[in-house]
């Protein structure tokens, strides 16, 4: 939670709302290389693609 | 109000305090785990600073971290995005260690506290000012000065690349920043690379093998013309336009395309095994001319936009000891003050003193006329863990002498040194920043026209072509060197006075590198650069009395109060921390003898077991 705050006050301060979407996607796709990297969850994460 | 600064995770990771605006500790984390420019998080810099204040992690106020990582990526996401879709690849590399780490670096941070000490994370308050602002911060508010222009240069931060502040009190106040691509700390990286060095610990060397470049040579005239007119665009005002066509850094993980500087020079990249030759060293000395200059135009902008007499320096382009030293000689201001930490282990010392004064408001100590830096000596002392050490020694059969008096040990000292011989010497707090001050120092005689060569092969085992630099009594540092004043951080160089100068022969200019550095050129050969330059300390009893104390008695043997000082290290290690890493160094390279607070250890068979004066 605290992140998501820190980054929204972030874009609003550096009026840069443009970002948002393309932060929320790198994110997602990084979560889940990470987390591929590191547990069994990686096998599934094969098949999403 | 206590105050913990932190750089760490890009590279030099280290940790401050300050106590009500004192500065009270600062390392850097390499000298704990012994790797050299060691970015990892500086744990073992924090715990010192923790227990050198007396300071538990739950009673600071901040915890403060030297960069904004938000805007830090706001700018990777921009800079990839313009270039796209060049350096697709690498933003797909740089991706998972953003999202795992740098991103999230709030909540690491806090998780790399707790693994040190517990503390309550709600009440412990996380600040992250801007890059920029605390090198100049760490150039401002430890200065003399009670107002003064601040200029900061160095790679790249967020955006800034470098900045014009004026501070004046507690105020500090960006009037002026210069943003990535175009970065000056960039572009001498980029010949450091070029030339075969490593990018981000090899600036010096290629500062070092400049003035081997000949400035009449048909190469060096050239190098500079192309220089300006293909690859930097120099405004009036000191900034600058990398043309990035030629560069690779804002998208790759190279510095610049090999292949077009090639064509450009009309020489390839040198490999880092490969013989420096003349082309590469004037090269060198194009560049740093170069540099020169922009500097020269960043400091003019500085005085026309804060008309101020003094001016403060940081940024790890502050580390161009010769760019300080012809800054100071332009006397665009009346005084300049370096931080002797210019680079970003600095910035963890910034990253504090903006929260102490920006953030919250606070003044700092009285200035009164001297630096709140105490002499960088901000590190760790061991007075108490030397008695093992010298156990050690005896049951390896070398004698240790353990004088009560100090006077003794520096007369003694000083006459091994008289007859020609290397001594570590290791003496109270350790200095914060890349310099050895004379208290984890390699000393030897700089009157020795063979000391350059010894220390240079046979103790450091670094590069031949690589100067030594002078550490020089306050009192007597005018009659030797063209200095206007003290220079107690070692951050400028100047030239030997003509008086101490000798000849060159008829046939120098055909001279090869090494035949060149050889050639006695003045009474000081060991420290004298081929252009009669070099990068001075000037030692006074205030902050190292220790060390003030071994000169003058050097020069009551020998009439000049002059020593060769270098760092106390090997070469690719970084500097001596304990007792310990200082009997290692001691043990392992041709040092003669070995200073560790009173005791002196020595490689001679003994003649007795031990000797206590």
Partial sequence: MEFIQDLLLFLKERKKWWLLPLILVILLVGILLVVAESSAVGSFVYTLF | ?613
């Avoid at chain 2, 009164?368 to 108490?384: I, R, V």
């Fill in chain 2, 1 to 613: 109000m206590k105050i913990l600064g932190v750089s760490a995770f890009y590279h030099d990771a280290a940790a401050a305090i300050l106590i009500n605006g004192e500065i009270i500790a600062a390392a850097q984390e390499e000298r704990f785990t012994r790797k050299k420019n060691d970015p990892s998080f500086p744990e073992n810099a924090i715990k010192y600073c923790l227990q050198e204040s007396g300071c538990r992690l739950e009673e600071l106020d901040a915890v403060v971290f030297y960069d904004k990582p938000f805007l830090k990526f706001e700018r990777l996401l921009e800079t990839y995005y313009a270039f796209a879709p060049k350096g697709v690849i690498s933003f797909i590399q740089s991706v998972p260690i953003w999202v795992k780490e740098k991103l999230f670096l709030k909540q690491n941070l806090r998780k790399l506290l707790l693994e040190i000490e517990p503390f309550d994370k709600k009440s412990l308050k996380l600040l992250f000012p801007e890059h920029h602002l605390s090198h100049a911060a760490s150039a401002f508010y430890p200065s003399p000065f009670e107002e003064a222009a601040i200029l900061t240069i160095d790679g790249v931060g967020e955006w800034a690349t470098a900045t014009i502040c004026h501070g004046q009190g507690k105020e500090l106040t960006v009037l002026k920043e210069l943003h990535f691509p175009h970065s000056l700390g960039l572009l001498y990286s980029s010949f450091t690379y070029f030339l075969g060095f490593k990018v981000n610990s090899g600036e010096y060397k290629m500062m070092g093998l400049a003035p081997y470049g000949n400035v009449s040579s048909e190469n060096y005239q050239r190098f500079v013309k192309q220089i300006k007119e293909n690859l930097v665009e120099i405004k009036e005002d000191g900034s600058i336009r990398l043309e990035q066509s030629y560069f690779q850094y804002a998208t790759g993980k190279r510095m610049i395309h090999e292949g077009k500087w090639g064509k450009l020079f009309g020489i390839k990249r040198r490999k880092p095994t490969e013989e420096i030759t003349t082309i590469h060293r004037d090269l060198a000395l194009a560049i740093q001319h170069v540099t020169e200059e922009i500097i020269l135009l960043l400091a003019r902008e500085a005085k026309r936009l804060t008309n101020s007499k003094n001016l403060c320096l940081a940024g790890g382009v502050a580390l161009n000891c010769v760019a300080n030293g012809k800054l100071e000689d332009a006397k665009i201001f009346n005084q300049i003050w370096i931080q002797p930490a210019p680079g970003d282990a600095g910035g963890a010392l910034g990253a504090a003193l903006a929260a102490n004064h920006i953030y919250y408001g606070k003044e700092g100590l009285e200035k009164n006329g001297l630096d709140s830096m105490k002499g960088t000596y901000l590190g760790p002392s061991f007075e108490k863990t030397i008695h093992e050490l010298t156990l050690r020694h005896h049951t390896e059969k070398a004698p240790v002498v353990q004088f009560d008096n100090f006077e003794e040990l520096a007369k003694q000292t000083a006459k091994l040194l008289a007859e020609g011989q290397v001594v570590g010497w290791f003496q109270g707090r350790m200095e914060f920043g890349p310099r050895a001050l004379g208290n984890r120092s390699i000393l030897g005689d700089a009157r020795s026209p063979v000391m350059q060569s010894i220390l240079n092969q046979k103790i450091k085992n670094r590069e031949r072509f690589r100067p030594f630099a002078p550490c020089v009594l306050l009192e007597d540092s005018a009659e030797y060197f063209e200095v206007n004043g003290p220079s107690p951080y070692m951050l400028q160089v100047k030239k030997i006075r003509a008086a101490h100068r000798k000849p060159l022969p008829a046939n120098y200019q055909n001279l090869g590198m090494m035949e060149q550095l050889y050639v006695e050129r003045s009474c000081f050969p060991a420290v004298t650069h081929v252009d009669y330059s070099a990068r001075i300390q000037t030692v006074d009893g205030n902050y190292n009395s220790r060390f003030y104390k071994l000169l003058q008695e050097f020069k009551k043997i020998t009439t000049f109060g002059v020593l060769i000082n270098t760092s106390f290290n090997v070469k690719d290690e970084p500097i001596v921390c304990t007792p310990e890493d200082a009997y290692q160094c001691f043990m392992k390279t041709e040092m003669d003898y070995l200073v560790i607070h009173n005791c002196l250890f020595s490689k001679e068979q003994p003649t007795q077991s031990s000797i206590h004066k």
